[in-house]
T-cell receptor, first 114, second 111 residues
Framework: AQSVTQPDIHITVSEGASLELRCNYSYGATPYLFWYVQSPGQGLQLLLKYFSGDTLVQGIKGFEAEFKRSQSSFNLRKPSVHWSDAAEYFC????????????FGGGTRLMVKP | DVKVTQSSRYLVKRTGEKVFLECVQDMDHENMFWYRQDPGLGLRLIYFSYDVKMKEKGDIPEGYSVSREKKERFSLILESASTNQTSMYLCASATGDWEQYFGPGTRLTVT
């Protein structure tokens, strides 16, 4: 069965610093991979997705993620964090089924210091 | 603009009550989902539906049921609420291209 691990429950970075959020997945076939963000009091919003092709994927709000098959990872990065990036971030793997289900990681809560 | 709405943002119910959580999407999506979100556990799928009157169990269906009588509406039912069902409940909808659109969530407290 598929699974997703986000090793860091909380991360604090200073505004303007770079950011990397880790995601490792377990899935037998070629994965479909996603990053979502949840701002306080809101639902989840899709940041980016990887289906195939170029392993470096660009998303919204200046985020990018790199798929590394050999490491079963799909880490999210941003070169310079803004205070508005403080939120919870979820990595997910998609499995084909009736309904195209997603399996989510436990989430990483990002705090941004001024 | 894509919109998924949930009937309540906050709900407080007593143990043993029957609870209905409603979700409506205006995008004509075939697929709809109910998740619960708990700290450190991420989102866990309760049920999903890929068509009207069709439903499939997710990872944690025990204690829940669902209803989808119309394409735009997907209801989650707690037949007899228990304190361990206190959680944030998120509804989502999707077409066949994987991107799921989420509602704002309902924070349910069972006392």
């Amino acid at each position: 069965a598929q699974s997703v691990t986000q090793p860091d429950i909380h991360i604090t970075v200073s505004e303007g610093a770079s950011l990397e959020l880790r995601c490792n997945y377990s899935y037998g076939a070629t994965p479909y991979l996603f990053w979502y963000v949840q701002s306080p009091g809101q639902g989840l919003q899709l940041l980016l997705k990887y289906f195939s092709g170029d392993t470096l994927v660009q998303g919204i709000k200046g985020f990018e993620a790199e798929f590394k098959r050999s490491q079963s990872s799909f880490n999210l990065r941003k070169p310079s964090v803004h205070w508005s990036d403080a939120a919870e971030y979820f990595c997910a793997v998609g499995t084909y089924n009736a309904g195209n289900m997603l399996t989510f990681g436990g989430g990483t809560r990002l705090m941004v210091k001024p | 603009d894509v919109k998924v709405t949930q009937s309540s943002r906050y709900l407080v119910k007593r143990t043993g009550e029957k609870v209905f959580l409603e979700c409506v999407q205006d995008m004509d999506h075939e697929n709809m989902f109910w998740y619960r979100q708990d700290p450190g556990l991420g989102l866990r799928l309760i049920y999903f539906s890929y068509d009207v009157k069709m439903k499939e169990k997710g990872d944690i269906p025990e204690g829940y049921s669902v209803s989808r009588e119309k394409k735009e509406r997907f209801s989650l039912i707690l037949e007899s609420a228990s304190t361990n069902q206190t959680s944030m409940y998120l509804c989502a909808s999707a077409t066949g291209d994987w991107e799921q659109y989420f509602g704002p969530g309902t924070r349910l407290t069972v006392t």
